[in-house]
């Protein structure tokens, strides 16, 4: 059985450095992800370059399919070696997983990660090869619809040495923090900015190492369709409605023509909220049958807003999308809930606008850039013109 993959990491830097030390790299070819975390050695532009060569060596090659042996020779061969320690060296934790939960864990002296099952934080079986010198491990991966799988870099280990913690964070206690904070509906990128925030906490929010948490998670896919603006030709409305309603999963409407158009064509009527949880974001509305309506460009703007925010791996709080306004609830019905995305786009003039600086240019190139970054978070997004 096909599953949706989810995947999200979070990074934070050393105090004072402008880099990062981690990195992360993914490519998706066809229903198999490769998800690489390198951790660079030291801090600062050394480690970044160290890392962002490594990431990308073994990203590129691992997802051409070839043996990890000579990813890992390659490797040895590119990068640049320390003047101090007389070394080469990054460490790395790579994901190789396709739709229906199955693939490859390998590591080499990152942390251990740790499979997130049923409520429960577990430790994965590993077995040892040593390649060129070097001891890899590698986990079979089979994994269920609600399993994770965080890797971490060692700042999450070393997160409050010497300041709240006397000797890091163990093992056994981030698996306790995992138990306790992870929620069976949160998203991947929810879960490992959950973490990363935790360990920014014990750091006093002064990093002493990079720091960086990757989850990748097997979820059912849920769909969710977005109506956006009214069909260019009236005599369409109701094939329009039709199409958006039949598909599965669920459904917000953005703007208030499209909810008159879909109420009518549904036979409900729209009743609007009088709450303003935010002053700049229009109250949101209900129709029977409707999971969400909101108010339309002002509100998607702010949805892209928060995606931008939302795909910033130094955000700790971006998928705390608890807000009851229309924005927000649209963000977390988009970037957390759902897996694959329909937008069904209206290019019917809204007169609703006429005198006002909002265009239908404005409206498509909205969602564009919102769709864009809806697929970078890993979504299957579906855009309908009409």
């Known amino acids: ?6 995947r999200g990491y979070t990074s934070l830097n050393h105090e004072g ?37 490594s990431s ?28 101090v320690r ?54 079979k991966l089979d994994l269920l619809p609600g399993d994770a799988i965080v890797v971490t870099s060692d700042g999450v280990e070393h997160a409050g040495i010497g300041m709240l913690m006397n000797f890091g964070w163990e093992r056994p206690q981030i698996k ?25 906490e ?6 002493g190492d990079d720091t960086t948490a990757l989850c990748i998670k097997v979820r059912e896919h849920a769909p969710v369709s ?50 303003f949880p935010d002053k700049d974001i229009p109250p949101i509305g209900y129709i029977d049958g409707i999971d969400l309506t909101t108010e339309g460009v002002i509100t998607v703007k702010r949805v892209l807003e928060l ?12 998928a705390e999308l608890n807000k009851r306004d229309g924005a927000s609830l649209l963000a977390k019905l988009l970037f957390e809930d759902s897996t694959d995305v329909n937008f069904f786009v209206g290019q019917s003039q809204n007169h609703a606008h006429d005198g006002l600086p909002i265009e239908t240019r404005m409206k498509l190139k909205l969602i564009d850039s919102l769709a864009a970054n809806l697929r970078k978070m890993g979504k299957t997004v579906n855009v309908r013109y009409n």
């Open 307 to 318: 995606s931008e925010r939302y795909l910033d791996p130094a955000d700790t709080a971006a």
């Open 176 to 200: 306790d923090y995992l138990r306790r904070s992870v929620k069976p509906g949160m998203s991947a990128r929810a879960i490992s900015a959950t973490l990363a925030g935790e360990c920014n």
């Open 1 to 6: 059985m096909s599953y949706f993959i989810d």
């Open 86 to 139: 007389g070394v080469a060296y990054a460490t790395f934790s790579v994901f190789i997983i396709n739709s229906d939960g199955h693939g490859d864990l390998l590591e080499f002296d990152n942390p251990a990660a740790i499979l997130l099952r049923n409520g429960d934080a577990l430790d994965l079986p590993r077995e040892k090869s040593v390649i060129y010198g070097k001891n890899v491990y590698t986990t």
């Open 17 to 53: 450095e402008e880099l990062c030390g981690d990195r992360v790299e993914m490519s998706q070819n066809g229903d198999v992800l490769t998800a690489v975390l390198c951790d660079g050695m030291g801090s600062g532009v050394k480690a970044n370059i160290l890392a962002t060569l």
């Open 202 to 207: 014990l750091y006093m929010n002064m990093p």
């Open 226 to 275: 977005v109506f956006v603006g009214p069909p260019i030709h009236k005599e369409d409305d109701a094939e329009y409605v039709k199409d958006f309603m039949k598909l599965p999963g669920k459904k917000a409407v953005c703007g208030g023509t499209s909810s008159q158009i879909v109420a009518r064509q549904l036979g409900k009527e729209v009743r609007t909220s009088f709450e």
């Open 56 to 83: 990308k060596i073994l990203c590129t090659m691992l997802a051409g399919g070839i043996p990890i042996k000579d990813c890992i020779e390659t490797l040895i061969a590119s990068l640049p070696v320390c003047k």
